[in-house]
């Protein structure tokens, strides 16, 4: 057993609770190697950002847990050594699926965890909910958990359909559970492809896709139902048109990608929504850089020639999300 206060990482509580009353929301960034964990702290570090760095079961199998853990303990010193005094960096696993999975988490120094047993039927999602919360709470490990269900695809997570979180449910759930925070469901999605062409319209100028706006009106009815409870966004990439445009111009192939616009993610920032999940966008960015190089200098086989451009790419995108989409910056 280590606990995450040994490591020099937070848990969300106080995270949250100062960026609700400040009208901002924190990034949660998610990280499978060592490129994308140096942007996301030199980000951090020189905009002064809290930062969340979240771990899915995917990468778990890909990089290995143990490894993970310690990549985000090293990140720590890394941050102070950048000169940001009192880091606050958090340790979460994203969509955890068992309580097993995440009782290793908190066992293992993560200083929160989610338990998403949303695609369970209600009373399930509160028994199973509460249980992960019971424990990790003994240990003062904070506990993310999910109501609605995201359409799309994001690692082992996937959804063909949407259902809008219900109002109605969520101080019964909030209350029953005893969960930190809580993830809904209001239109955003997993992955790239947010939305199909059919759920879009096109801009009849440029031939983009405009995607379908996020339902505040559901959040306005669970924020009333649950003032000041913190509110978690997950699929709230924006997918940006200038990667998708690199990808496709050096030999990549996404047509009609399409995201969350950042006008509507900034919306949520200053409302109860205080962490905002960005994936895809740093998967665009890197794969943008890597093939510009790769298309560029055909000869180049040093994957530091290749990798440094896209940490360089990453860096410049959490620095833009936390300072223009998030606010988030000088809060750590
Ligand atoms: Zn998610």
Known sequence: MVSYKELGLVNTREMFAKAIKGG?????????????????????AETKSPVILQVSKGARNYANQTLLRYMAQGAVEYAKELGWEHPQICLHLDHG??????????????????????????EENIALTKKVVEYAHKYDVTVEAEL??????????????????KPEEVVDFATRTGCDSL?????????????TPE????????????????????LDAIM??????PIVLHGSSSVPQEYVDMINQYGGKLPDAVGIPEEQLRKAAKSAVCKINIDSDSRLAFTAAVRKVFAEKPGEFDPRK????????????YKHKIINVLGSNGKA
């Open 24 to 44: 901002y929301a924190i990034p949660a960034f998610n990280f499978n190697n060592m490129e994308q964990l140096q942007a996301i702290i030199k980000a951090s």
């Open 97 to 122: 699926d068992s309580f097993e999975l995440c009782k290793s988490c908190v066992d293992f120094g993560f200083s929160s965890v989610m338990i998403d047993a949303s695609s369970l039927p209600y």
């Open 148 to 165: 609605g269900v995201l359409a799309g695809v994001e690692d082992e997570v996937s959804s063909a359909v949407s259902h809008y979180t």
């Open 183 to 195: 993830a809904i469901s209001i239109g955003t999605s997993h992955g790239a492809y947010k939305f």
């Open 199 to 218: 759920q879009c319209t096109r801009d009849p100028k440029t031939g983009k896709l405009v995607p379908p706006p996020l339902a505040f009106d559901v």
């Open 224 to 229: 009333e139902q649950l003032p000041g409870f």
């Open 306 to 317: 290749y990798c440094g451009p896209a940490r360089d790419l990453m860096e410049e995108l």
